[in-house]
């Protein structure tokens, strides 16, 4: 089942299916190593819900809400 990163909630996991976005957004997540079968978990959320804090490739990141739901999960 495929899911926006966004919607995961904490300590959620899967694998990124695909990057959509405009170019700048796309080529930013894919220069933070988010990019087709990473693996992510969620960590923490703000209070709001917006920054998010996930793991991938072995290292803390931190994405706007507005990032997140350009990447693709397979949860």
Do not use: Q
């Not at 087709?36 to 960590?43: D, F, L, M, N, T």
Request: aromatic residues 2%; charged residues 30%.
């Amino acid at each position: 089942m495929e899911k926006r990163l966004s919607e995961l909630a904490v300590g959620e996991a899967g694998s990124v299916a695909r990057v959509s976005g405009d170019g700048r957004i796309r080529r930013r997540l894919f220069d933070m190593g988010i990019t087709p079968s990473a693996e992510i978990v969620v960590r923490r959320l703000a209070p709001l819900g917006d920054p998010m804090e996930i793991t991938v490739r072995g290292y803390e990141l931190t994405l706007r809400k507005s990032e997140a739901e350009c990447v693709i999960m397979n949860a």
